[in-house]
């Protein structure tokens, strides 16, 4: 490396550094890119609010009673179709991982069948499954139509949590391959059986690999729901459409509808940051300092974090 | 733990017999054969790549041997006598091999101490899980344990929050915990920062001097010669000599031990 000073003056640094005043770099980019920013921002709001919109047809819908009910079927359907998701989930990425390979087997083909298979294809799949099993049950002992249990919002179910579990096993294994062999090792040297030492050692800390990724999903699945009103599961995007096929009133429903969206995503993110860290234990100065919600919380003095 | 002075009982503690291992064609072990009396400490010395943790691993069956037994406290590893077939074993299920490691207690090169439990959580953890200690009890060994490791007021503290010295003591309290019969060290001062060896040895010779049966994988010359019983040298995957450390360390027999302690004194 030369040791020639960089600059144009060719006078060499003396010895007194505490003599020199330093100037810091002005970071002008940054109030470029903020003004240009909110210029942008200004002229989208300006035309939402010139355009013929009725802001009142969207305050009184807000908070009807079908839209709300229709939410409410909404964060029902992505609580049970994650919950199916993440049980049946973490099950196969341990059978894809187990010695037997008759399970590992079946765990691949598994993911292979529901990763290689659109989601609304699945929906529509289980909405019909009574084409292909017309009657369901044990022949003789008890028995029944499928068509009678299969209704819209199980086909939703179905199709959305076990399209679901076949993602969240692949994050799962990514999981628990991340965590050192020698955790495992160390568990089953104190005595601990393969389940045991997977479900108190190893899983605990696939989790903080793990959770990211989930809560992406989670809030991935939040609005995926919304192709369960093409079966006719009756959740918000589809109560509002039955709204506005009537009334007409189209971009109204569809902001009503983006609002609680956004309510309920924002919601599952200050979830997700206080899942991450109590998940983080032992590693924190690995989680702590990410995420939007803890500079929202340092702005507002509120941050538990030394500074 | 087992009393003091008892290496002249008849019936060896820890019996290995014609312990093979192979990884594919790459034969790592080639048939040892090994009889380690309670109360014994015996190290294990060796050039690198010459099985020395291999065959600790087999001890306490974390890695199979492909063939050959590990006999501990009258017990043959991974397998059980079948009561219906005369002079057959059966081999054990995962949960029952499981049982049996609890007679062996492992540390490891790399510690392994469980990041996401407290260090008196890590001690607790296998007797509250597998022996079904109460809680309060489980606890309160934890501690006294920490204290002969000198390491009582890092109870609450997590391992990334230690230093390596620090934590190999906790692994040692760890295993432990679970009353073990047997421990087994492999290569436990390795990864440690110089300074840091010497209270990790420090806890080792009292172990020792308390009359607990221990097998160490070591480079530690000088450990070995103050605090084994026994010195094994091993290379390629045999024993090639072994005896008091004053035989093995200060007059070896073979041409091969000479060429390792020269190169490592």
Request: overall charge positive; some cysteine.
């Amino acid at each position: 490396m030369s040791t020639a000073p960089t600059g144009t003056s060719t006078a060499p640094i003396g010895t007194d550094m505490q003599s020199y005043r330093v100037i810091r770099n002005k970071h002008v980019g940054r109030y470029v890119a903020a003004v240009i920013t909110a210029l942008l921002l200004l002229s989208v709001v300006l035309s939402f609010a010139r355009a013929d919109i009725d802001w009142a047809t969207v305050g009184e819908y807000l908070t009807a009673r079908s839209i709300l009910t229709g939410f409410m079927v909404t964060i029902y359907l992505t609580i049970i179709s994650m919950a199916i998701g993440i049980v049946l989930g973490i099950l196969i990425a341990v059978m894809r991982l187990a010695h037997n390979p008759v399970v590992s087997w079946i765990a691949w083909l598994y993911v292979w069948f529901f990763r290689g298979t659109p989601v609304y294809l699945q929906l529509l799949l289980w909405f019909n499954i009574a084409i292909v099993f017309p009657r369901y049950g044990i022949p003789g002992l008890y028995e029944g139509r499928t068509v009678d249990i299969v209704t819209p919002l199980v086909a939703a179910i179905l199709g959305l949590g076990l399209n679901q579990a076949a993602y969240t096993s692949e994050v799962v294994r990514g999981g628990i391959l991340s965590v050192d062999r020698g955790q495992d090792e160390a568990a089953k040297a104190l005595g601990l059986t393969g389940l045991s030492s997977m479900r108190t050692v190893v899983l605990p800390q696939a989790m903080r690999v793990i959770l990211p990724p989930i809560g992406n999903e989670t809030i991935g699945m939040l609005k995926t729901t919304s192709l369960a009103s093409a079966i006719g599961a009756t959740e918000i995007l589809n109560e509002a459409q039955h709204i506005y096929l009537v009334n007409n009133l189209i971009i109204e429903l569809l902001i009503v509808t983006a609002i609680w969206y956004l309510l309920a995503v924002s919601v599952l993110s200050v979830v997700q940051y206080y899942i991450e860290k109590h998940f983080g234990r032992g590693h924190a100065a690995q989680t702590a300092g990410v995420g939007l919600f803890n500079r929202i919380q340092t702005i507002l003095g509120t941050s538990r974090r030394t500074p | 733990m087992t009393t003091t002075d008892s290496a002249t009982t008849t019936d060896p503690l820890v019996r290995l017999e014609k312990i093979r291992k192979s990884y594919g064609a790459n034969e790592v072990l080639r048939g040892i054969d090994l009889e380690i009396s309670a109360g014994e400490v015996v190290c294990i010395l060796g050039p690198s790549g010459s099985g020395k943790s291999t065959l600790l691993r087999c001890i306490n069956y974390i890695e199979k041997p492909t063939s050959g037994f590990v006999i501990v406290d009258d017990q043959v590893i991974g397998f059980r006598k079948s009561p219906r077939s005369h002079g057959a074993l059966r081999e054990l299920k995962d949960q029952e091999v499981a049982r049996q490691r609890r007679a062996m207690g492992m540390v490891f090169q790399r510690f392994n101490l469980f990041p996401h439990m407290t260090v008196q959580e890590n001690i607790t953890h296998a007797p509250r899980l597998v022996k079904r200690v109460a809680t309060k009890k489980a606890r309160e060994r934890a501690l006294e344990l920490l204290g002969t490791v000198g390491l009582r007021d890092r109870a609450g503290a997590y391992p990334g929050q230690l230093s390596g010295g620090q934590q190999q003591r906790v692994a040692i309290a760890r295993a432990l915990a679970m009353d073990p019969a047997l421990m087994l060290f492999d290569e436990p001062t390795s990864a440690l920062d110089p300074e840091l060896v010497g209270d990790v040895l420090e806890v080792m010779k009292d172990l020792a001097r308390q009359g607990l049966t221990m097998i160490v994988v070591t480079h530690e010359i000088g450990f070995a010669r103050e605090v084994a019983d026994r010195v094994v040298f091993m290379d390629n995957g045999e024993i090639i000599e072994q005896g008091p450390p004053r035989e093995v360390i200060d007059a070896p027999q073979h041409e091969r031990t000479r060429a390792f302690l020269s190169r490592v004194l």
